[in-house]
């Protein structure tokens, strides 16, 4: 019996798979595309490689023959769907790409999910679902049908498409939805990798708006750490949604100076306009994680940005 765990090459991906191994047999499927280098997801799978639990199966989850052939050679009983095209600004250029890939992989695999009668399915969320949202800090019960980017769009579809598996099939689903996450492997194009990087470097760090924009950052140890508690909730409950963040916000400018501090040097500031899509302010109310997961961050950005940039200089070399 084992897991399937798609994305699982990726920044989140390749965490939980090493957390997986520990006690499950995981089947990884990934199909390393060019949105950034792919040797950087390779190296992510080096330690998992060193298993012999581990199965990587390389293909696109739009590949539905590709697909059904990984549900006919393993015995699943759980999948954990983190495969998805990314970033809210690339949506904004390429909506029909992230249309087809969230919209009809996501599709593709719990169709699978049905064929093969899995019953345990875990959707990785996005805080991006909340949009413009007045409700200071986001709960799961917001209003959300106003999504501000292709992006966020795909993924609440692929959150009401799950919910209608679940009602049609008694698939068992939970979806946590990540805020803001960061640490070691985080994709290079994120906004504190890529400061990070032009920092070091001397080169300008863009950044859209006045600095007072706000996100709720939230360290991957403390999402692996969620993620693991929602399989349990998933193996109870029938449908579910849980906020998984710091519940505390960071302005950019703060993010910028706290970069700044772990590197030792400082940033050349390059003032852009705000950006179409991007929000004001991500924050996670997770108190029903805390109540229904026992969810419990530990780590603030004040001690995770160190962390990351110890692991930037490292790969560094």
């Given at each position: 019996m084992a897991v399937l765990v798609t994305g699982g090459a990726g920044f989140i991906g390749s965490h939980l798979v090493e957390k997986l191994l520990n006690t499950e047999e995981v089947v990884c499927v990934d199909d390393f595309n060019d949105f950034y280098d792919p040797a950087i997801k390779r190296r992510n799978l080096e330690p998992a490689l060193q298993s012999r639990n581990f199965h990587l199966r390389q293909g696109d989850i739009r590949d539905l023959p590709?697909?059904?052939?990984?549900?006919r050679d393993f015995p699943l009983t759980e999948v954990i769907h983190l495969a998805a095209r990314a970033g809210v600004r690339?949506?904004?250029?390429?909506?029909?790409?992230?249309?087809?890939?969230?919209?009809?992989?996501?599709?593709?695999?719990?169709?699978?999910?049905r064929k093969y009668d899995v019953k345990s399915f875990i959707f990785g969320g996005s805080s991006s679902v909340y949009g413009i949202n007045n409700n200071i800090p986001f709960s799961e019960d917001d209003e959300i049908s106003r999504p501000v980017?292709?992006?966020?769009a795909t993924k609440r579809a692929n959150e009401l498409m799950c919910y209608t598996y679940h009602h049609l099939y008694g698939i068992?689903?939970?979806?946590?939805?990540?805020?803001?996450?960061y640490g070691p492997r985080q994709r290079p194009e994120m906004a504190i990798h890529k400061f990070t990087r032009l920092i070091d470097e001397g080169l300008e760090v863009p950044l859209y708006g006045d600095g007072s924009s706000r996100r709720?950052?939230?360290?991957?140890?403390?999402?692996?750490?969620?993620v693991m508690a929602a399989r349990a909730a998933t193996a109870i409950g029938p449908y579910d949604i849980f906020n998984l963040g710091e519940s505390r916000t960071t302005e950019l400018r703060k993010l910028v100076t706290l970069i700044e501090e772990a590197l030792?040097?400082?940033?050349?500031?390059?003032r852009l306009s705000d950006q179409p899509g991007d929000v004001p302010v991500t924050y996670a109310d997770i108190s029903k994680s805390k109540r229904l997961?026992?969810?419990?961050?530990?780590?603030?950005?004040?001690?995770?940005?160190p962390l990351f940039v110890k692991w930037y200089q490292e790969m560094k070399g």
């Amino acid at each position: 019996m084992a897991v399937l765990v798609t994305g699982g090459a990726g920044f989140i991906g390749s965490h939980l798979v090493e957390k997986l191994l520990n006690t499950e047999e995981v089947v990884c499927v990934d199909d390393f595309n060019d949105f950034y280098d792919p040797a950087i997801k390779r190296r992510n799978l080096e330690p998992a490689l060193q298993s012999r639990n581990f199965h990587l199966r390389q293909g696109d989850i739009r590949d539905l023959p590709f697909m059904e052939g990984v549900f006919r050679d393993f015995p699943l009983t759980e999948v954990i769907h983190l495969a998805a095209r990314a970033g809210v600004r690339p949506s904004l250029k390429d909506p029909l790409l992230y249309e087809d890939v969230n919209g009809r992989g996501t599709l593709n695999i719990l169709e699978l999910c049905r064929k093969y009668d899995v019953k345990s399915f875990i959707f990785g969320g996005s805080s991006s679902v909340y949009g413009i949202n007045n409700n200071i800090p986001f709960s799961e019960d917001d209003e959300i049908s106003r999504p501000v980017s292709p992006y966020a769009a795909t993924k609440r579809a692929n959150e009401l498409m799950c919910y209608t598996y679940h009602h049609l099939y008694g698939i068992h689903v939970t979806v946590p939805r990540f805020f803001t996450v960061y640490g070691p492997r985080q994709r290079p194009e994120m906004a504190i990798h890529k400061f990070t990087r032009l920092i070091d470097e001397g080169l300008e760090v863009p950044l859209y708006g006045d600095g007072s924009s706000r996100r709720d950052y939230t360290y991957i140890d403390d999402i692996i750490q969620g993620v693991m508690a929602a399989r349990a909730a998933t193996a109870i409950g029938p449908y579910d949604i849980f906020n998984l963040g710091e519940s505390r916000t960071t302005e950019l400018r703060k993010l910028v100076t706290l970069i700044e501090e772990a590197l030792g040097k400082k940033a050349r500031i390059k003032r852009l306009s705000d950006q179409p899509g991007d929000v004001p302010v991500t924050y996670a109310d997770i108190s029903k994680s805390k109540r229904l997961l026992g969810y419990n961050p530990q780590i603030t950005v004040e001690e995770g940005i160190p962390l990351f940039v110890k692991w930037y200089q490292e790969m560094k070399g």
